[in-house]
């Protein structure tokens, strides 16, 4: 499942058209986030072991995150400006677990 189909299906914010919206993202520096979506397709491990692997975060911080996102549907990763955001997605959508991004002031995110 690619990045644009799941940021439609999650109704958290409208598609991105990689290439020309990089621009768009780097103009409102630091106000996207990435969020991780529940799936059944990994165990919490694995999404643990892709959450430490892919960013910066501590093994307990992304337990933390995963079980967030297992119990409530969805849970923030990480913030930041849309190019890093944008890099980051992909890395999770080449690792098939599931992704969004959102724009925080546009974005009801609980």
Do not use: C
Not at 19 to 44: E, M, P, T, Y
Not at 64 to 74: M, N, R, S
């Amino acid at each position: 499942m690619g990045l644009i189909k799941t940021l439609k299906d999650a109704g958290i914010t409208s598609s991105l058209e990689f290439k020309k919206d990089i621009q768009k993202l780097d103009r409102n520096f630091g106000r996207w986030v990435l969020v991780l979506l529940n799936d059944d397709d990994f165990s919490l491990s694995e999404v643990v072991n892709s959450l430490v692997k892919i960013t910066n975060l501590r093994p307990k911080e992304a337990q933390a995150v995963a079980l967030l996102a297992h119990f409530k549907g969805k849970a923030v990763i990480t913030y930041g400006p849309g190019d890093t955001i944008l890099e980051l997605a992909h890395k999770f959508e080449r690792a098939g677990i599931r992704v969004a991004i959102a724009d925080v002031t546009e974005t009801k995110l609980g």
